[in-house]
């Protein structure tokens, strides 16, 4: 683009921009022009600047493969000879200053690039300006990979994790009541509070009957829970953090619990018992494999650090932890076995690309294992990328590859030929033999059978394994398994990330139409998911006629290895808009230009399923759209429908945690613990195993279990519920002073007026097992709901009272009538032989007056 410009001293400059450059010339003067690059200039002589850029031949200066292949390092060699005889200004941009120092051990003959400059820069393409004599390369090109532009910062609302939330309670979710059991939740609702014996059936004012029944006007809001044989239990919103959402691992529903009856109580000691087992099994396994010498990688070289430092994007905080922690755990001398879980497209390759290259530096060779052969082919393509610019040999075994050069590889595998090898569970088959292998790398191991994990176990025993998952790991697991299992989870957007708009209606042919010519017109494709083989062709068929303009093809696994592999490779180039395609295409593939995808007969996928599919679109900073259609006499029944509600109500960035809970199928969960703990999930639900579990792996590892606090508050002058406090009589001004007044301890709806957030947050503050909790707790309030009424001061000072008890072995604070009663080892604390009593000038200032009584203790 040219144009022209007046600087403050008059004088016209002309201005010639492209990508990232700036020529600024003074055409009246006889001194130099600048060219800026990036940050920095390039100056030239004054000779004649009327001319335009030009790109240079591919042939003379886009060598790609720079690295590897001796024949165009000879070429690029005889091209600089050529520039160099013209007298031409040679300039090379490079991203870092090891690049330079990796381009002279390449090349060689450092004479040969005496009169060359090698500057440091960001510059996607070379050029040629014939009429100032100047060639521009970019390193990017010569080593064929894109370049990594400036990095931004995240903002900070993206980095918002994803939470596994079990107090989403929605009517006739199942619940688990700590103390009751299993049960169904009727929803929240308001009753009337207990009538005390011998009250009036109406209020009494001045010795005459009111209309107004406080019993009844004044009601409180409860968790209505419904029991075995219909028996109904009312809990307060206080003791709102008993119940939870009850998550199972199969789609058959508990059975209710009976009310009062023990067998609850038997089902969640044998649990327990399990549980324990359990652990100590886990603990023994990692014990085990400590034992076992593993490869001591080096710390990470000066290649390893630009190596990262060339990555296009900028690392999620999630991402940049799993990468640190895999790097730690292979400078170890024990083997690595550590899980990556992360939802779909939130960047887990990125972490094995780099345990790879880590490996590769320390001389090792890297198998990088994929489900199926189009995951394993993409797998290929981004790993040879990534590493275009290093002398990193990476080969593909998979049935896309002939008999003759699966045997050609399988020769250089046992002679240290290949570095990386990836592949699908052809690499574990007896004829693959390495000369050194360091580590293994496993996507999406839920995918494989029983028999080819076992294999894994048994083969990969003493090199380090990092093995990564797209099905998320509830976070309360992940932190029960803390200590026990090295697991990392990535739960971050990346930057730009835009949530998938999720419609759901009755299949008809109009809304297909429009979803593909809307995505058509904005140079984007199309995933058509029909995952019917019999009938695929039908459906493609009706898409070329709805849409005639787009260009159609099928995948689908049955289909030949070469057929499949030129479809899909054609619809990454973005040669084909609309693959009409069978769920071949679920698993890890990302192909950031297809940003719509139609699944028809939704109905028929799991929620799991249906969520894995629909994160194959929105990969990029467009936004995407997910169609899920419906037989139209679908649409108003079924547990489909409900299922497909639950994906459209979770469209939030890293939902796949809630949607795993929605779906009552923890897959993660199973694929970790194994089957034999499923029982015990689906006896005392999800939330409460973790509970257990992480009671019995600190036991085990003799560290302090940390409980709720076990500590029993019945204190006369505090009302714990807003009912209670509202419904107190009114003293008069005589009787103020005497009057047995309440004071306010409990969350209004005037501070938090959502029944849902409220439930939430009792729940947490009744968790709270620590003074710097509550400090943190008090902050992150504050921080969202503003400044606190009397009623929650008062309800965290309740909080304090607890701690201080817990600390000093208080089981029961009672307060009755100002006297205090303290339980410690099931006797009363005495001072002087009485009782204390509070003394201080105001009711208000009583909870103070015990807390200080407590620390003194």
């Known amino acids: 683009m040219l144009g022209a410009t007046e600087d403050k001293s008059g004088v016209v ?15 009246e003067k006889t001194s130099n022009a600048h060219i800026q690059i990036s940050e920095g200039w390039i100056e030239i002589g004054p000779e004649d600047f009327s001319g335009a850029f030009q790109d240079c031949e591919a042939g003379e200066f886009a060598i790609g493969d720079l690295m590897l292949i001796e024949a165009k390092r000879a070429q690029f060699s005889a091209r600089l000879e050529r520039w160099r005889a013209n007298k031409a200004k040679v300039v090379i941009y490079f991203q870092t200053e090891g690049e330079i120092e990796r381009f ?62 079990f107090n989403e309670l929605t009517e006739g979710d199942f619940v688990v009541h700590l103390e009751h059991g299993v049960g169904r939740f009727l929803g929240l609702v308001k009753i009337g509070r207990a009538r005390p014996q011998g009250a009036p059936e109406h209020a009494v004012a001045d010795g005459l009957p009111q209309k107004r029944d406080p019993y009844q006007d ?36 508990p059975a209710l619990s009976s009310l009062g009856d023990a067998k609850w109580t038997r089902a969640k000691k044998n649990a327990a018992a399990s ?161 050194d292998l360091g580590l293994v790398v496993i996507d999406e191991e839920q995918r494989f059978g029983v028999l080819h994990k076992e294999k894994f176990k048994e083969l990969f025993k003493l090199v380090d394994v990092l093995t990564l998952s797209a099905t998320p790991i509830p976070r309360t697991l992940y932190l029960s398994l803390v200590g026990v299992k090295d697991m990392s989870t990535i739960e971050t957007p990346p930057l730009n990330r835009l949530p998938v708009e999720t419609m759901v209606s009755a299949y008809d042919e109009r809304i297909v139409r429009d979803a593909i010519n809307r995505e058509l017109e904005r140079q984007g494709q199309v995933f058509f998911l029909h995952n019917r083989v019999q009938t695929i062709d039908r459906a493609r068929d009706r898409v070329v006629h709805l849409c005639p303009q787009a260009r159609v093809e099928i995948g689908h696994g049955q289909m030949g290895s070469d057929e499949l592999e030129a479809v899909m490779a054609r619809f990454i180039a973005g ?9 071949i295409i679920e698993s890890g593939l990302d192909i950031p230009n297809a940003n719509t995808i139609i699944i028809d007969r939704a109905d028929r996928f799991g929620l799991a399923d249906l969520y894995q599919l629909r994160g194959r679109v929105g990969r990029a900073e467009h936004k995407a759209y997910a169609y899920l259609l419906l037989p139209r006499e679908m649409m108003a029944i079924g547990a489909a429908r409900k299922r497909i509600n639950a994906i459209k109500q979770y469209s939030s960035l890293g939902a796949g945690f809630r949607i795993a809970m929605r779906d009552l199928e923890i897959r993660g969960a199973g ?46 002058f505090v009302a714990t519920n807003e009912a209670e406090f509202v ?35 009792y729940r947490e503050i009744a968790e709270i097992t620590a003074r710097d909790q509550l400090d943190r707790l008090r902050r992150d309030w504050r921080d969202r709901f503003g400044p ?70």
């Open 104 to 165: 002279h051990e390449v090349m060689g003959e450092k004479e040969a690039l005496d009169d060359v400059d090698l500057l440091e820069g960001t510059l996607a393409h070379g050029f040629c300006f014939p009429a100032a004599n100047l060639v521009v390369l970019s390193a990017a090109e010569l080593f064929g990979r894109l370049a990594a532009h400036p990095r931004r910062s995240l903002h900070r609302a993206e980095r918002r994790r994803a939470q596994i939330d």
């Open 275 to 435: 549980i324990f087992d359990y652990a100590g099994k886990m603990l023994a396994v990692q014990a085990e494999r400590q034992m076992h010498p593993g490869h001591t990688f080096a710390p990470d070289s000066k290649w390893q650090a630009e190596f990262e430092h060339s990555f296009p994007f900028r690392e999620t905080p999630d991402q940049l932890k799993a990468i640190i922690d895999t790097k730690i755990d292979m400078e170890r001398p024990q083997p690595m076995d550590r899980l990556i879980c992360g939802d779909v497209g939130f960047g887990k390759t990125e972490v094995a690309i780099r345990a790879a290259f880590k490996g590769v530096m320390d001389g090792k060779q890297v198998a990088v294992l994929a489900p199926t052969t189009v995951l394993a082919q993409q797998h290929f393509e981004v790993f040879r990328q990534r590493m275009l610019d290093y002398p990193v040999r990476i080969e593909m075994l998979s049935r896309f590859r002939s008999q003759g050069e699966q045997k050609k590889i399988l020769q250089l595998l046992r002679e240290g030929g290949v570095d990386i090898v990836i592949g699908t569970h052809r690499l574990i088959s007896g004829d693959v033999v390495f000369k």
């Open 218 to 253: 004044e009601q409180q809001e409860v968790l209505a829970l419904e029991f075995a044989d219909e028996a109904k239990l009312y809990v307060p919103l206080e003791q709102a953090y008993l119940v939870s959402r009850y998550v199972g691992v199969g789609k058959r529903s």
């Open 13 to 27: 400059r002309d201005h010639i921009w492209r990508d990232h450059l700036a020529i600024d010339i003074e055409p």
């Open 575 to 583: 040669k084909v808009d609309v693959l009409v395609c069978t769920t």
């Open 671 to 716: 694929s970790i613990l194994g089957t034999a703990q499923s029982g015990h999930i689906m006896t005392v639900g999800f939330d409460l195993y973790c509970q257990l579990l992480k009671q019995a792996v600190a036991q085990l590892k003799g560290e302090k279990v940390q409980r709720r606090l076990d500590v029993d508050l019945r204190i006369d």
């Open 788 to 857: 606190f009424p009397v009623a929650v001061d008062n309800l965290f000072l309740l909080t304090e009272i607890k701690l201080a008890a817990a600390k000093s072995g208080v089981t029961r604070v009672e307060v009755h009538d100002r006297k205090s009663m303290l339980t410690r080892h099931e006797d009363f604390i005495l001072v002087a032989g009485k009782f204390p009593r509070l003394v201080a000038a105001g009711i208000e200032q009583y909870l103070g007056e015990i807390l200080e009584l407590i620390k003194k203790l």
């Open 727 to 761: 419904q107190q009589p009114k003293p008069t001004p005589r009787e103020a002073d005497s009057f047995p007044w309440k004071i306010p301890a409990f969350i209004p709806t005037t501070f938090i007026s959502d029944a849902t957030l409220r439930i939430k947050a």
